[in-house]
């Protein structure tokens, strides 16, 4: 089945460096990748997407490339802020049927002033 | 406009006891999914209503059950409530089953005693 491989954490930074969290994904076809964001104790909020091969997702600063030769969807930064400390997932959906979000194990990254 | 409302937040059960969580979807809304986060995990997808029927369901056993009503809300029941049932329980919403993009609420946070 469709699955979500991530960058063990946590991972600790200091404001104003650059972060790069790993993600790589099996499925079959064309799914769609996800990056959601989770703040100490609230839900989740998406933060990027991109549907198709070779699309970049962005949002506040952050950015993903959908690289489907390599099967894989890493979030970068290049200046993390305090308030970026929360917990990363990356995630997919599949085609057709499968619309459920198939999520990695998160990244915690804490960014310390 | 409000976003995904669930209720209750936190709440505490005995084991064996049966639980019934709630979720309004977003405005506009009208098909929801059920995800179970356990502690320092990535979300896992229980099932998935619209148009007040099961549309997909995910590796969860027959003691997961769910609603959803006219109004497009729906809950979340699980019976025979065991240990490892703890765990924070997120609603999500969208509009139609195929739009890939869903918008979660805070979570339900169980603990099973």
């Known amino acids: 089945g469709d699955s979500v491989t991530q960058m063990e954490g946590p991972v600790t930074l200091s404001e104003e460096a650059f972060l790069t969290i790993n993600c790589t994904y099996t499925?079959?076809?064309?799914?769609?990748l996800f990056w959601y964001v989770q703040y100490p104790g609230e839900g989740l909020q998406l933060l990027l997407k991109?549907?198709?091969?070779?699309d970049k997702g962005s949002n506040k600063g952050f950015e993903a490339t959908y690289r489907k030769e390599t099967t894989s969807f890493h979030l970068e930064k290049g200046s993390v802020q305090v308030s970026d400390s929360a917990v990363y997932f990356c995630?997919?959906?599949?085609?057709?049927?499968?619309?459920?979000?198939?999520f990695g194990a998160g990244t915690t990254v804490t960014v310390r002033a | 406009d409000a976003g995904v409302t669930q209720s209750p937040t936190h709440l505490i059960k005995t084991r064996g006891q049966q639980v019934t969580l709630r979720c309004s979807p977003k405005?506009?809304?009208?098909?929801v999914s059920w995800y179970q986060q356990a502690l320092g995990q990535g979300p896992q997808f229980i099932f998935q209503?619209?148009?007040?029927?099961?549309?997909q369901r995910g590796n969860f056993p027959d003691r997961f059950s769910g609603h959803q009503f006219p109004n497009y809300s729906s809950e979340l029941n699980v019976n025979a409530l065991l240990l490892g049932d703890s765990a924070l329980y997120l609603c999500?919403?969208?509009?139609?089953?195929?739009?890939?993009?869903?918008?979660f609420g805070s979570g339900t946070r169980l603990t099973v005693v």
């Open positions: 209503y619209y148009e007040e029927e099961e549309r």
């Open positions: 991109a549907t198709k091969a070779d």
């Open positions: 499925a079959t076809g064309y799914p769609s």
């Open positions: 995630a997919l959906t599949g085609q057709r049927n499968d619309y459920k979000l198939s």
């Open positions: 999500a919403s969208r509009l139609g089953p195929s739009l890939r993009t869903e918008t």
């Open positions: 405005s506009g809304h009208d098909t």
